[in-house]
């Protein structure tokens, strides 16, 4: 059973769009997984825009791979490097730490995770 970062049992991220490695909803990750898409955030217009121009365009829908395009407010699993990236760029997009995978802490500080937790409504 896959753990979060802060050592309970990972939880789903999101069926709507569907995310993950595996598109099985959570942020589950194998060693072919060469991106480590461990980190579930939710999406905001200046990470969008961020990573179109680091050559990830998440924004454009992209059929043949059954990907619907992402907008501010969806959540997905992104790749651990290219969400610390985006932090040091001051534009990480919040975190849900309860379904970010605990292998996200080999490229990021859980302090840095913390920081930019979702907070619940």
Not at 2 to 12: C, E, I, Q, R, T
Not at 37 to 54: E, G, I, R
Request: net charge negative.
């Amino acid at each position: 059973m896959s753990k979060n970062v802060l050592g309970g049992v990972l939880a789903p991220c999101s069926t709507d769009p569907l995310t993950g490695f595996f598109r099985d909803g959570c942020c589950n990750t194998a060693p072919d997984d060469y991106g480590s898409h461990t980190v579930c955030a939710q999406m905001t217009d200046a990470f969008l825009v961020f990573s179109k121009a680091k050559g990830n365009d998440l924004s454009t829908p992209n059929p043949q791979f059954q990907f619907p395009g992402l907008k501010a407010g969806d959540r997905w699993c992104l790749c651990a490097a290219r969400w610390r990236e985006a932090a040091e760029a001051g534009v990480a997009p919040p975190v849900i730490l309860e379904s970010t995978h605990e292998r996200a802490l080999e490229v990021i500080a859980l302090a840095d995770l913390e920081y930019h937790a979702l907070q619940p409504a």
